[in-house]
Nanobody, 124 residues
Framework: QVQLAESGGGLVQPGGSLRLSCTASESSLDAIGWFRQAPGKEREGVSCIRPGMLLYQSSVKGRFTISRDNGKRTWFLQMNNLKPEDPAVYYC?????????????????????WGQGTQVTVSS
């Protein structure tokens, strides 16, 4: 059982920045997805990474960056130039086992473990 815990959400003005953290209960993970879900909308992929694949949703490309700390238990989503369309609950998730080669890492149903989510609000 892998446990994930997000933190770092909050209220920021348009154009501001936040850094979300996802701390895992183990350091062996090599696949993380960041997703978000706004009220009344489906959960969507924001950024995901696994060996051989790094994806960003087109609306966040150039503004968001996914990274990992040296200790390998914490993953980050640096979000810059936040826009009014970015507010949502942000989740991190991980896949156990070997993903299907070539399959997008944005597929929600492929993820086995999820964090509880952290709220991001963008408002002036």
């Amino acid at each position: 059982q892998v446990q994930l815990a997000e933190s770092g959400g909050g209220l920021v003005q348009p154009g501001g920045s936040l850094r979300l953290s996802c701390t895992a209960s183990e350091s062996s993970l090599d696949a993380i997805g960041w997703f978000r879900q706004a009220p009344g909308k489906e959960r969507e992929g924001v950024s995901c990474i696994r060996p051989g694949m790094l994806l960003y949703q087109s609306s966040v490309k150039g503004r968001f960056t996914i990274s990992r700390d040296n200790g390998k238990r914490t993953w980050f989503l640096q979000m810059n130039n936040l826009k009014p369309e970015d507010p949502a609950v942000y989740y991190c998730a991980t896949i156990m086992g070997v993903p299907i080669q070539g399959r997008s890492c944005f597929i929600v149903g492929d993820y086995d473990y999820w964090g509880q989510g952290t709220q991001v609000t963008v408002s002036s």
